[in-house]
């Protein structure tokens, strides 16, 4: 099961944490599973975040769809590192 890994840094954690939690629902229509959000102890808005998903076709698919939306959630975009292992 392969893993996608962002790493990211936020303009507001709490407004980007908001957002993720509202897209629950996307995760699961993509066969996202065990979402993890783990945070820089030295910078609360420098995440890292990982989740698993069944297939690597539809990993790739889901990191496409959340580029479309990250500027608006948050992200500073100059910052995203994304994997799939």
């Known amino acids: ?6 790493q ?8 980007w944490r ?14 996202c599973t065990n979402s993890r959000v ?3 102890v030295d ?3 420098d995440l890292l975040i990982m989740v698993d998903i069944a297939e690597e076709p ?9 580029r479309k939306v ?3 959630a948050g ?3 100059s910052t995203v590192s994304v994997r799939i292992v």
């Open 1 to 6: 099961m392969p893993t996608i890994i962002f």
């Open 8 to 15: 990211e840094h936020v303009r507001d954690y709490s407004a």
């Open 18 to 31: 908001s957002g993720f939690d509202g897209n629950e629902g996307q995760r699961a229509e993509f066969g």
């Open 38 to 40: 783990y945070r820089n």
């Open 43 to 45: 910078n609360e808005n």
């Open 58 to 66: 539809r990993a790739r698919e889901f990191v496409e769809a959340v």
């Open 70 to 72: 990250q500027e608006a």
């Open 75 to 77: 992200v500073i975009m």
